[in-house]
C-alpha cells in the first residue's frame, strides 16, 4: 500500500504545478502541449489550431 500511496501523492504534487508550455500525456493516451491552466480544467495544444479541454486529474505525467 505505501508505494502506491507515495506514488499518488507524487502524481498530485505534479497536477498542482502544471505550467503552460508543459508536454504531457491523459489518461487516454493523448498527448499535448498546455495551453493554459484554470482552476480544475487544463487546455492542451494536441494539433495545428486544434485545443481541447481536460480536467487535470486526466493528465497522467509529463514527457521532457
Not at 500500500?1 to 498530485?12: A, F, M, V, Y
Not at 484554470?38 to 509529463?62: E, M, P, R, W, Y
Request: proline share 2%; hydrophobic share 40%.
Amino acid at each position: 500500500i505505501r508505494p502506491q500511496q507515495k506514488k499518488e501523492k507524487q502524481r498530485l504534487a505534479m497536477i498542482n504545478n502544471l505550467q503552460k508550455g508543459d508536454k504531457v500525456i491523459t489518461a487516454g493516451g493523448m498527448h499535448g502541449v498546455i495551453v493554459s491552466v484554470k482552476d480544475d480544467v487544463v487546455t492542451l495544444k494536441v494539433a495545428t489550431n486544434t485545443n481541447i479541454d481536460f480536467v487535470k486529474s486526466s493528465i497522467q505525467g509529463k514527457i521532457s
